[in-house]
């Protein structure tokens, strides 16, 4: 199968194991409590760890976490890390954001290499 990045529309793989379609899914996600003070680091911190924990490739900066695995498995791992803090009896706030393109792997590293790749044939 030949993964066209210019394509619109790409075959579906089946996961061998489950015999379903593999959509990967890059997702960029915020969780953070509500009226606990200024600073969110304590909770924030056990939410990412969930996601760490996880097995799925991840990545933290200063405002999301980007998680990359199959649909369901990255939509399970924001789940399980929004019950740290809710299951706690903190209002939870959560901020999503998918990419879901089927056919691709690797998109958590590969899209700011492409960046860079663009950005250093302009200088």
């Known amino acids: 199968m030949v993964m066209d990045h210019h394509a619109e529309k790409q075959e579906v793989p089946v996961d061998p194991e489950t015999g379903r379609p593999y959509l990967n899914t ?3 996600v915020s969780i953070a409590p509500s009226g606990v003070g200024a600073e969110l680091s304590e909770y924030v911190s056990q939410a990412v760890a969930v996601i760490r924990d996880s097995g799925l490739p991840n990545e933290t900066n200063a405002m999301f976490t980007n998680i990359e695995g199959d649909l369901d498995e990255v939509m399970r ?6 019950k740290k803090l809710a299951e706690q009896g903190y209002r939870t706030g959560v901020v999503l954001k998918l990419d879901i ?3 691709f792997s690797g998109q958590i590293t590969a899209k700011q290499a492409l960046v860079d790749e663009i950005l250093s044939k302009e200088n």
């Open 77 to 82: 791992v924001v789940a399980e890390a929004t």
């Open 101 to 103: 393109r089927p056919g």
């Open 26 to 28: 890059v997702a960029a």
